[in-house]
């Protein structure tokens, strides 16, 4: 029986966690923008996360994850040192591009940050100028900032709030960007579809390649569902296979964020089953105040919830 | 022993198998046709002529020596029966299940011509059926032999070819992508039809065998085809990854919310128990009036599982008629037995949009046949002005795959212009040590035909390998490794010729 440990394990906030998971084939074969399929125990869903780091030497991938729903909550809960991820499967995906652009933009909206780290960090290590945008509800909120940091030679932060950075979304950072900057070659995005689609109009009078990485339900992630299908342009695809990555452009985002709607109803109902069936000290004093359910309507990983 | 069976004196009728009855199963997953007991084998196998002739055997994908495990039932050595199954056969208890026995077998059956045809499949199911409650495995003893063969796909075709290499002595490791061993037997084929039981005990035996199951292991992107062979040490590696990738119609609306694939949903409920949610996370779409688009088996299943789930009404939309419907037929009769409503000769146009981003109804227009197109069957053509709605709020599509694009993305196997592998007569691929397959390399068919892939594949693999292979002495198909010996082919070797030499 394959193991799949998780070797390291950091809270960013009430409702942010990363996993660091020992899978040293997977190490090896991961490229940026790629995806796994976890499934926490037998009888669990099948839930796509964007691999956020990897260590070859290590043997280890990062998972930065965002507790919305009733799996995502429980592996908070269980996911402690030591323990085992019943399955994980991949890396899934064609990998992003890692072009020959010579100044590029990378730009995290919440979680997403995670998945945009390995592509600025390929970027980086390509030669490429790379301005790091960074966008969170509050300064609480943030992780990675040095890390992401690091591989960025300007990295914009925003707050919606204003605690930290410039006040107002990353489509704030991106104006910044394009006023500062008249020669980027591509903007890459990775947030939740909304977010994409606003940075995909902030960028779309400019002309520049706006790569965005998209998040829709999947089963087996192999291809074989087609539950993750969006519309390219004209297109049909499937993000498990054909993407996940796509020009920004062309994405129907509106298309996309119905179909994460798909199971709302009884997303709903599994939640709120799971929030009432464990109300034990292990669960986050925020789970147990906030009233969890009616908030959390849409089931997007990279959603943030509010009050966390 | 008794004096020879003829026409006349073999019971005239077929024997009966006890089914759930209708109104009864529509509300459980339990297995629909409940299995021969042994006096029905008994008699079922007393209608076997054993006629010289024995086109069963020819009609067999992979030739079982059906009259032979026959007679064995009529000896009441059963254990003979299974054995001389298994030498050809080594999943009886799915394919009785799940072969289109009608067309294959049983549609060429003496008996057939005369009478109902011998109950092939159901002999063959209950042979099965009893070696797993009895605990019987094949091949006692392997000698070993020092090459490893790995597996990638764990469907009917990576099982067969894993089973063949094992017993030849290889070390072989079959890798799947999902969390489960089995294939489209497990996500594909809801349990009312095949039970997840017989797939665990017939892939628990497979194990007793000596192969190794390495599931959520996806093949092309953990690691590449050609890692295996120069990283990982496989002497030989055997693709079946199978066509799973779902053809959506390019209709109006088929991006609604209440539209999936088949494959989506059988997947959620066989695979994932989504059946059984919540206790089980992953959930189903819901519907009260389901249309399904399709009418094979793929279709049948998809409709029958949204029965028991509780849909009213469930219609079946076929753009041809029924008899072109390729469906098993024990399928479509349950599925009418079930109260599904057939409208063959129908197409959907549009989806219609309920304004919340779900389905409300389904427009679909009238067909009639045509002149016979290149799959020989008369093609549908639209009737104009004869458009009409359903209404439904789930819509299934059950139309077809296509090649899974992973391996064409990952390897540099050759592939043809619609995506799947190219293989030469033995099953070759253009990588030297790899074979393939299965769906993957003829389109969607069926698991015994995929079987049947599986075990010639195995057969070139040993060819390739060098493993004297006893079934097939001499016999070695075309350009294996030790296709020519001292210059002769294997038809013309013989002892006088070499030692002329």
């Known amino acids: 029986m394959q193991k799949f440990e998780i070797v390291a394990r950091e809270d960013f906030s009430d409702v942010t966690y990363l996993l660091e998971v020992r899978h040293p084939l997977m190490a090896k074969a991961a490229q940026p923008g790629q995806f796994v399929i976890v499934m926490s125990h037998p009888e669990g869903e099948r839930i796509p996360l964007t691999i956020a780091d990897y260590d070859r030497e290590r043997g280890t991938i990062t998972l930065v994850i965002q507790a919305v729903g009733k799996t995502t909550r429980e592996m908070q809960r269980d996911c402690v040192l030591g323990s085992s991820l019943y399955g994980v499967t991949g890396p899934m995906g064609i990998p992003s591009h890692v072009g020959k652009a010579k100044k590029v933009v990378c730009v995290g909206g919440g979680l997403g940050v995670a998945p945009v780290f390995p592509q600025a960090r390929a970027y980086k290590e390509g030669g490429a100028y790379v301005i790091g945008i960074v966008g969170f509800r509050s300064k609480e909120l943030m992780f990675w900032q040095d890390k992401f940091g690091a591989v960025c030679d300007q990295l914009i932060v925003c707050t919606d709030d204003g605690s930290a950075g410039i006040k107002g979304m990353v489509t704030a950072g991106i104006k910044k960007a394009l006023r500062e900057h008249d020669d980027i070659d591509e903007f890459v995005v990775i947030g939740p579809p909304v977010m994409m689609k606003g940075c995909a109009e902030a960028t779309r009078a400019h002309k520049v390649k706006t790569m965005v990485s998209l998040n829709p339900l999947m089963v087996d992630g192999t291809g074989m569902c087609g539950g993750c299908r969006v519309k390219i342009g004209s297109e049909v695809k499937f993000a498990c296979v054909d993407g996940p990555d796509f020009d920004g452009h062309l994405v129907d985002f509106d298309d996309l964020m119905t179909r994460l709607r798909r199971f709302t109803e009884q997303e709903k109902a599994a939640a709120q089953r799971w929030s009432e069936n464990c109300r034990m000290a292990s669960v986050p004093q925020s789970l147990k105040t906030a009233p969890p359910v009616e908030e959390a309507e849409l089931p997007d990983p990279f959603d943030e919830v509010p009050g966390g | ?501």
């Open chain 2, 1 to 501: 022993m008794a004096k020879k069976k003829t026409i006349r004196t073999i019971p005239r009728e077929r024997t009966p198998m006890r089914e759930q009855p209708p109104e009864e199963r529509v509300k459980n997953f339990a297995e629909v046709a409940c299995g021969f007991g042994q006096e029905d084998a008994l008699r079922e196998a007393e209608r076997c002529l054993l006629c010289p002739e024995q086109p069963c055997v020819s009609g067999c994908p992979v030739g079982i020596d059906i009259p032979g495990f026959i007679q064995k039932i009529g000896q009441k050595d059963f254990r003979a029966a299974y054995d001389v199954l298994t030498d050809t056969n080594l999943l009886p208890a799915i394919c009785g299940r799940v072969c289109p026995q009608e067309n294959q077998c049983e549609g060429v059956c003496t008996v057939g011509e005369s009478l109902e045809p011998v109950a092939i499949g159901r002999l063959e199911r209950w042979v099965g059926d009893k070696a797993i409650a009895e605990g019987w495995a094949g091949a006692p003893y392997i000698e070993p032999v020092p090459y490893r063969v790995g597996i990638v796909g764990s469907g009917p075709a990576g099982v067969a070819c894993a089973a063949d290499m094992a017993k030849a002595g290889c070390d072989v490791t079959v890798y799947e992508a999902f969390h489960l061993p089995g294939g489209v037997l497990r996500y594909g084929i809801p349990d009312f039809r095949l039970p997840n039981e017989v797939i665990d005990a017939e892939i628990g035996r497979l194990e007793k065998l000596g192969v190794k199951f390495e599931c959520n292991t996806l093949v092309g992107r953990l690691f590449t085809i050609e890692q295996m062979i120069d990283e990982l040490g496989y002497h030989a590696v055997f693709v079946g990854t199978g066509a799973g990738y779902p053809t959506m119609l390019g209709i109006p609306g088929d991006s609604l919310n209440g539209v999936l694939s088949a494959n989506e949903l059988l997947t959620r409920c066989n695979l994932m128990r989504a059946k059984e949610f919540p206790n089980y996370d992953t959930p189903l779409p819901l519907g009260q009036r389901v249309a399904v688009v399709g009418a094979g088996n793929t279709a049948m299943d998809a409709m029958r599982v949204c029965r028991r789930l509780g849909a009213e009404k469930v219609y079946c939309i076929y753009r041809r008629s029924r008899t072109e419907c390729p469906a098993r037929a024990e399928e479509v009769h349950h599925a009418e037995e079930e109260g599904i409503e057939f409208h063959w000769l129908t197409n959907p146009v549009e989806i219609l949009d309920d304004g919340k981003g779900g389905v409300r109804g389904m427009r679909c227009i009238r067909m009639e046949l045509g002149a016979p197109d290149d799959s020989g069957r008369r093609r549908p053509v639209p009737v104009p002005g004869s458009e009409h709605d359903f209404e439904t709020d789930l819509v299934v599509f059950a139309i077809g795959t296509n090649a899974n694009p992973i391996m064409g993305q990952t390897s540099t196997l050759r592939l043809n212009k619609r995506g799947y592998i190219e293989t030469d007569a033995d099953l070759a691929t253009s990588v030297a040590g790899v074979y393939a397959g299965g769906d993957i390399v003829t389109g969607a068919a069926t698991v015994i035909e995929a079987m049947g892939a599986g075990r010639k594949a195995a057969r070139s693999m040993k060819a390739y390998l060098g493993i004297r292979d006893p079934e097939r002495p001499y016999a070695i198909d075309g350009r294996g490794a030790t296709g020519r010996m001292f210059g002769f082919d294997p038809e013309e070797r013989n002892f006088a010729r070499v030692r002329v030499g």
